[in-house]
């Protein structure tokens, strides 16, 4: 079978993803460019895990090289992409703009280019819960209009959903933006919360409680996540022939395009989640109580009607059981 080429490989839902595929019999080409973002070290180790198998082939590269990205797509044929490299992070930011305009633009655009010149069948990409900005209605939809973004991250994967969009109705490719809800497991991102709590709780270190640990978030676990990417995969987006101009749904079009949300359908409170963490470390987190970050919303909590009904997604891990598999993995990793 043609090879599956998944960006970001390196990554925390790109490892999960491609050990997904590679289990299944699929030959895999990962790319990534290892950047400093966060710990490399940890990357390379995910690399490692993925590299031991022999139908996967890792490629170094910055999917803002637009050279770089077409030679790739003109080498091989790609008839599914799963793409998730991306520039990550809210309040990084705050202070980094030109990384997400490089990566989460740019980047993007390379990516859409390659797949319309190189016959790609359906492109899978990652999009964000962050979209939903300043929308206060709950559970968040597809469905629902996203105009109003309140991080420049958020803004950039809006855009990708748009350019997403306009691909799709000009070339006929067929694309599926996933909107992820804090997706959390082994193999975790160390700038995420339940990462820094554990590691501060461990160390008997402070931990910082944003809005006095009242926001709430859809945590889902990365094998859920990972078993929805799967799914969409496999399940081409068909023009939906109910829309209208007069009354657009955001989530569908006229073109092969769609927009799911990929969470749990149960949000938790910071407070609860800190916890759950705590009865599996077993030890008390010292808290310091703090006001919200620019750049954060409240709560998310995602509507996840139109995944089930594509393609019977079904998220079955508890916070108390995801949290403890997290917990061991960490423990394990850092020898903690």
Known sequence: MDPVLITGAAGFIGLHVAERYLAAGRTVIGIDNLNDYYDVALKQARLDRLTAHPGFRFVRMDIADDAAVAALFAEHRFRLVIHLAAQAGVRYSLTNPRAYARSNVDGFLNVLEGCRHGGCEHLVYASSSSVYGALTKMPFSVHDNVDHPVSLYAATKKSNELFAHSYSHLYGLPTTGLRFFTVYGPWYRPDMALFLFTKAI??????????????????????????????????????????????????????????YNIGNNQPVQLLRLIAVLEESLGRKAIKEMLPMQAGDVPATYADVDALAAAVGFAPATSIEAGVARFVRWYRDYYRA
């Open 202 to 259: 461990l160390a008997g270190e402070p931990i910082k409680v944003f809005n006095h640990g009242l926001m709430q978030r859809d945590f889902t676990y990365i094998d859920d996540v990972a078993d929805g990417v799967v799914r969409i995969g496999d399940h081409h987006p068909e023009p939906n022939p109910a829309w209208s101009g007069a009354h657009p749904d955001p989530g569908t079009s006229t073109a092969p395009y769609r927009l």
